[in-house]
T-cell receptor, first 113, second 113 residues
């Protein structure tokens, strides 16, 4: 069974551009999480979905960030406009739901110049 | 609010030596606890988890961890480390009925010959 799939693996963009990160969770998992990892702040939860519905977006830094999950097999995290301080590794994770472990994707390394 | 402390930012161990990585959590209810490992450029991989029952849990790659309620700790151990164990290790805590996990800041493990 394939794990969590993220694309692209690396993204380099210029300040002000729109960035879209993509995630395909493990089939059968009904919860999906977006995290951001930086040296300064460690691993932060941005938002998570359960059955395609956003449950908690309190970690989303500001209105420039948005996330969607149109169906059980796909989610996007969009940054518009991007800024250099958004440079980080963004992870997607999925789980079978409450009280189950999360499975992480390989991450997308975002660099905003 | 729940929190996780990993007091050691960086640990260096000789190959073949024993290892203990510390993790302390702060939360009133019974937690459920995880240890994840992250190799460079990779996502997080689950090593082991504790939900209930036996307080000594076995994981993959020869790792084990012991839940000590009285000390609010969940330390990770391995009797003999291998060079391939060099990575970053994260402790995470959640609680019953909530999907959110709080991650520690990580401990970077270096193995010397």
């Amino acid at each position: 069974d394939a794990g969590v799939i993220q694309s692209p693996r690396h993204e380099v963009t210029e300040m002000g551009q729109e960035v879209t990160l993509r995630c395909k969770p493990i089939s059968g998992h009904n919860s999906l999480f977006w995290y951001r990892q930086t040296m300064m702040r460690g691993l932060e939860l941005l938002i998570y979905f359960n059955n395609n519905v956003p449950i908690d977006d309190s970690g989303m830094p500001e209105d420039r960030f948005s996330a969607k999950m149109p169906n059980a097999s796909f989610s996007t995290l969009k940054i518009q406009p991007s800024e250099p301080r958004d440079s980080a590794v963004y992870f997607c994770a999925s789980s079978r739901g409450v009280n189950n472990e999360q499975f992480f994707g390989p991450g997308t390394r975002l660099t905003v110049l | 609010a729940q929190s996780v402390t990993q007091p050691d930012i960086h640990i260096t161990v000789s190959e073949g030596a024993s290892l203990e990585l510390r993790c302390n959590y702060s939360y009133g209810a019974t937690p459920y606890l995880f240890w994840y490992v992250q190799s460079p450029g990779q996502g997080l991989q689950l090593l082991l988890k504790y939900f209930s029952g036996d307080t000594l849990v076995q994981g993959i790659k020869g790792f084990e961890a012991e839940f000590k309620r009285s000390q609010s700790s969940f330390n990770l151990r391995k009797p003999s480390v291998h060079w391939s164990d060099a990575a970053e290790y994260f402790c995470a805590v959640g609680y019953f009925g909530n999907e959110k996990l709080t991650f520690g800041t990580g401990t970077r493990l270096t193995i010397i010959p």
